[in-house]
Structures are given as C-alpha cells and as structure tokens.
C-alpha cells in the first residue's frame, strides 16, 4: 500500500569546498547529529515527451536509504510537495500509475535520469533530543537516460537539502505551520550569512534534466498539448481560449487529488467540468457549437459519474444537522439509526463508480478531445474580433435569460412547478456567473462585480433546491419509518422546516435578485 508524506525543504548551491555554519545558533536547534553518509541510487521515469516535468511532477525507483522505494511527488506550494510511497518493486505499481492517468493517458513511462548520490546526513535536534529537521549535503552524479540506452550527458554537482522533520511539515495548526517556517527561515538566515545562497533548480531532476539537455533532445522534446493557435492578444478568441485551458488544466490536476480522495477534490473537479461546459456555451460566437457540443455531453457524463456520492453525502450531512437541531423531545424513534441506514445503501459503491469512471476509457478519450480541442479549436470568426465587445455580449445575452426565468419563477404559484422553474433560474444563474467569471480578466471590476451578485441569487436558488430534493428524501424516509411501525413524526416536523425555508427563500429572492439586475451592473459592462 501507498503512504503520502508532506516534504516541507528548501535546497542550496553548494560545492566540494562549502562549510556549513553553525546550525546551534539557530533559535530552537540545540545539537546538530552527524548521521552519516548514505548512498542513494535513483532512476527517474516520464513519459518520453516529458509530461511530468513540464508539471513539476517527479516519478523514480530509488535504492539506498531508509525509504527506498517508489517515490512520486505532487508540488503543493513553493518548497512543499505531497510525496506519495510505494515499496520498491520491478515495475511501476498500479496505484501509482493511476494518480499519472490523467496527464500520461496511454503513454509509456521510461527511465529519463539516474541520479547517483553520496548524501551526507546531520540531524538537528532541540533540547530534547527531539528531530526538528534533517540536512543533507548531497553529492549528486546524473547520467541522462532518455533514448533508453546508458552513456548518455552526464552532469554532476553538489547541494544542500533541508527539510522538516515529518512531525513538523504535518503541521496541524496554523502554529505549527509558522514554526516549522520560521525554523527554515532561521535556517536560512545562517546560510545566507556564510555565503550559502538557494538553489536555481526546484529539484534534483529538473537540474539534471537541464544540464545534460543536448540538441538531439531539444528535437524531439516536444510539449505534450501542442502549441495551440496564434491568437492576438486582446481577441476574444484569446480570452476564451485562456479560460477553457485554464479549466482543461484543472480537470488534469485534480484527477490525482480525487483518486487520492483528497478533501473537495470531487467538488472542485465537478466544478471545473461545469465552467467548461457554460464557457462552450456562453461563447458559442467564439467556438463552433457543432464542435463542442459533443465535448459538453461527455463533461456532463462525468460530473454526474463523480457526483452521484457526494450529492448523497451532502443530502445526509443536511440531514443529520437537521435531526441534531432538534430538542429531545422532538425526536420519536430510531431517527438517527434510520438515517444512517438510508444513507449507507445510497452511498455504497459510490467511490468505485467514481475510480472506475476515471479509468475508463471514456475518460481518456474525453481527455485526447479536450487537447485536440485547444491544439486547434473550432474557432468562428468573432474569434478574431475585439475581446471586450465579444465577451460583454455573451454575459448580457447570459444575464437576459436569467432574467427571464426568474420572472417566470416569480409569476408562478407556489408549489412544484414554481419549484422546477427555479432550479432552472439556478441553472442560469450558475451560467451567467460562469460567464462572468470567464470574462473578468478582459472586463475587470464590472463583470466581477456582476459575477459576485449572481452567485449571491445562484446560492439563495441552490439552497431552495437543496430543501427540494431534502423534502423528498424526508417523505422516503417518513414512509420507510411508518411501514416499519416508527413513529413518522420527525421526518414530518422536518419536512415542515424545509417548506417554511423554501418560502422564506423565495419572499427574499426578489430583493438579491434586484441587485444583480441593477440597469447600472450591466451598462458598466459595455463602457
């Protein structure tokens, strides 16, 4: 089994003639322990167009030490990368190749670089002996790999690693956070002082990678997404292009994070395929609609294979808030057992329909198209037209019909027809936001303005939906408790509670709505 570890480091230049300072001056650091040297053998693998170096990803085999192994490395944040463990085997292991899936797809990955290190071991410990950091002094060889035969560029230099005892990167305060960075920053200080300056390379491979580049490499290297068309800056074709990469890139990023069931992960990525989805749409001036909307369809597939537990999850937790609101003595019979029942059967295999739709090959080739797409998308002529009046149109065509289902809403009576047709004013709203969002970059303060005043109207209508889809799980679970001789009474107060927040949400929607259809909001749009 895969273990993550958090690697909090920073590295520095050094060479054979570098002294390192006196590290017990550091605030916190009472002894220094001089652990020894190790060798470390390592192969790193991509795929041969390098994929995972061009995202600052690293995969390798390595040999020697205390955690030899598969290793496979996520940056997070400057200097910080979630470092995800497998026991050394012959072969990539499984779990690991499929946090790769969603940017190596079908490709093989090949040895690219072995990395031959003498590594150089000191503790520094505090008055307890406990291990704050680790330093190394690393003495590396590298030998490029990459056209699969040995005895290619070699390179070779020397460099200082400093990184976080794993009870200090896992911070889990905001305290330990800035501890464990001001123990760096101390860190540091002393180097800079001794002449000790940090490294021009964010890792081990990309210096490897670098120097021993050769012109054959550079060749054949190619990136993997293709350049994309040659849009002027300030075109409409090139704003919109921005953004669809922009969400194509999320989709790519956050399949590892929902595979390793990160927290949000799903959400996020549902999210990312929704905004690409409303982006074909919005500018259908922009991209031909024969071409995308295919695409959409198969977007739509995949938020709903992702979304199908967590939609069930976020209905319970509503639930179960709900149920411990209540006094006591509201509550008649096994509710909570019931609840956790109800919920259990809905939400099994939920997270094996998530895995399996990312290993699909439906997946994959929705992937390909997203690429192919932005290799050479289907541009229409307003492609090459002025940014600021393509996208201004698009939000207000987007802002009209939102307009218009929302006065539908509001000419209806109470009751399920009004209901439908405010989940449809959500759908417009999350669209018209979308497009808002989409256009900021070219339009600034007003279509952001905009954008935060319709998700005020698109979370007022999101909750009234929330409350819709409650009462009918309410009246599922009120007629389970009754057939099986429970009291009902429960799930019928609640059930009530949900109806009178519905219609408090609808008297206010009138007034959040008015904010977004200030006359004011839209003309800015268009100054």
């Given amino acids: 089994m895969a273990e993550t570890k958090r690697e909090v480091e920073r590295k520095y230049e050094a060479t054979g003639e570098t002294r390192l300072p006196d590290l017990t001056r550091v605030p916190g650091v009472s002894a220094v322990v001089d652990r020894g040297v190790v060798e470390l053998d390592a192969v790193y693998y991509d795929t041969p167009d390098l994929r995972l ?10 040999t020697g030490g205390e955690d030899e192994g598969w290793h496979l490395k996520f940056p997070v944040a400057s200097g910080i990368r979630d470092e995800i463990r497998a026991p050394l ?19 093989e990955v090949v040895p690219v670089v072995r990395l031959r290190s003498a590594r150089d071991v000191r503790h520094l410990v505090d008055a307890k002996g406990r291990l ?25 230099w020397t460099e200082i690693e400093v990184e976080l005892a794993d009870d200090e990167a896992e911070a889990d305060t905001e305290a330990d956070t800035d501890a464990g960075t001001a123990l760096l920053d101390a860190v540091e200080k002393r180097f800079k002082k001794a002449g000790i300056r940090p490294s021009e390379s964010a890792s081990k491979l990309a210096r490897a990678l670098a120097e021993t580049e050769t012109e054959t490499d550079r060749e054949t290297g190619r990136a993997p997404h293709g350049p994309g068309p040659d849009l002027a800056p300030g075109t409409a074709g090139h704003a919109v292009l921005a953004y669809v990469r922009e969400q194509v890139d999320a989709i790519v990023e956050l399949d590892p994070a929902v595979r390793r069931d990160l927290p949000d992960a799903v959400h996020q990525l549902r999210v990312a395929c929704r905004r690409l989805r409303s982006a074909f749409r919005s500018y259908r001036k922009v991209l031909d609609r024969d071409a995308t909307e295919p695409v959409g369809t198969e977007l739509k ?18 639930l179960r808030g709900r149920i411990d609101a209540l006094p006591r003595t509201l509550r008649l019979g096994p509710v909570r057992g019931r609840l956790r029942s109800w919920a259990a059967v809905r939400a099994r295999g939920g997270r094996r329909r998530t895995l399996a739709a990312l290993e699909s090959a439906r997946y994959l080739a929705l992937l390909d198209t997203l690429d192919e797409l932005l290799a050479d998308p289907p541009l229409r002529k307003a492609a090459a037209r002025d940014a600021r009046a393509v996208l201004a149109r698009a939000v207000l065509k987007d802002h009209a019909r939102l307009a218009a289902r929302v006065d539908r809403a509001l000419a209806l009576d109470p009751g399920q027809d009004r209901d439908l047709a405010l989940h449809a004013a959500r759908k417009a709203a999350k669209r018209a936001r979308y497009a808002a969002e989409a256009a900021a970059p070219t339009l600034g303060k007003p279509a952001r303005r905009l954008a935060k005043r319709v998700k005020s109207v698109q979370s007022l209508l999101g909750e009234h939906q929330d409350g819709v889809v409650a009462r009918e799980a309410l009246r599922e679970l009120a007629t389970q408790a009754h057939a099986a001789g429970e009291s009902a009474f429960t799930w019928g107060l609640l059930h009530g509670r949900e109806e009178a927040e519905a219609a408090a949400g609808e008297r206010d929607l009138p007034a959040v709505w008015a904010r977004a259809a200030a006359p004011g909001i839209r003309a800015a749009l268009t100054r």
Avoid at 91 to 103: D, I, K, N
Avoid at 132 to 151: F, I, K, M, N
Avoid at 301 to 318: F, I, M, N, S, T
């Fill in 89 to 107: 085997a012959d072969t990539l292991p499984g779990e690991l190749a499929g946090l790769l899936r969603s940017r190596i797809r079908d490709a």
């Fill in 132 to 156: 704050l950091a680790e330093l190394s002094v690393d003495t590396v060889r590298a030998e490029r790999l990459l056209g699969g035969a040995p005895g290619g560029a070699e390179a070779a």
């Fill in 53 to 62: 170096a061009a995202d600052a990803l690293t995969l390798r085999r390595r």
């Fill in 301 to 318: 597939w995949l938020a709903g294979e992702l979304g199908a537990a967590r939609d069930q999850e976020v209905l319970a937790e509503r």
